[in-house]
């Protein structure tokens, strides 16, 4: 990170007082939960989650120091609260990618849209071209033909009720409820570190 992007101190502090309101809500919402899946002790951790990732993140940029904290994935989602058998059920993606090669990535959408080259050879016009032209799937597989670097990935699959068309469009993400996952799938390079660490301990 560069110095002009570096974190100011008042940064840091506000990050920290946002870490220490965020714990007195998630003690208050527990200690008034409504049952043993209250909506508002999940909301209530995932608010502490967010902020005590953000501090560290801020710590870390400005101080070069972390936290002793870490937020476990995976085991920390509501147990399972939809229907038995769903009637419908909606499929949640999300790929990160970083643009490892700017230029590589309008080339290729050169080659199939005169839109990237129309914006002056725009990052974010060649993006709007490739994944117009190609199927996201497919993206996955080349993204290195198109300048792109994997970053994590998630997959859910939620029960749902059936949506008449166009309902959710406006806002598609906006109802995703962990407490309706029927099945979730990762893919991060934090596990890799975790399994390489593994390895490690049991060679020492």
Not at 31 to 48: C, K
Request: include cysteine; hydrophobic fraction near 40%; glycine fraction near 6%.
């Amino acid at each position: 990170m560069s110095d002009a992007a570096q974190p100011t101190v008042a940064e840091v502090r506000a990050a920290v007082e946002a870490v220490k309101a965020a714990l007195d809500r998630h003690l208050d919402a527990i200690e008034n939960r409504t049952g043993e899946d209250d909506p508002a002790v999940y909301g209530a951790f995932e608010a502490l989650a967010s902020a005590a990732e953000a501090y560290d993140e801020l710590l870390y940029d400005t101080y070069d120091e972390v936290t002793p904290f870490e937020v476990p994935l995976g085991d920390t989602l509501p147990e399972y609260s939809g229907p038995e058998e769903p009637g419908a059920i909606s499929v949640l993606i999300r790929r990160d990618y970083t643009v490892a090669d700017p230029q590589r990535l309008v080339r290729q959408a050169e080659r199939v849209s005169d839109s990237a080259a129309a914006e002056g050879g725009d990052v974010g016009a060649a993006v709007g071209a490739l994944f117009g032209e190609y199927e996201p799937d497919e993206i996955a597989e080349r993204h290195k033909e198109f300048g792109l670097e994997e970053g994590d990935s998630t997959l859910w699959v939620t029960a749902a009720g059936p949506a008449e068309p166009g309902e959710w469009l406006s806002a598609p993400f906006d109802q995703a409820d962990p407490r309706h996952l029927l099945c979730r799938f990762d893919v991060s390079a934090v596990y890799d570190e975790e399994a390489d660490a593994d390895a490690l301990d049991r060679l020492a």
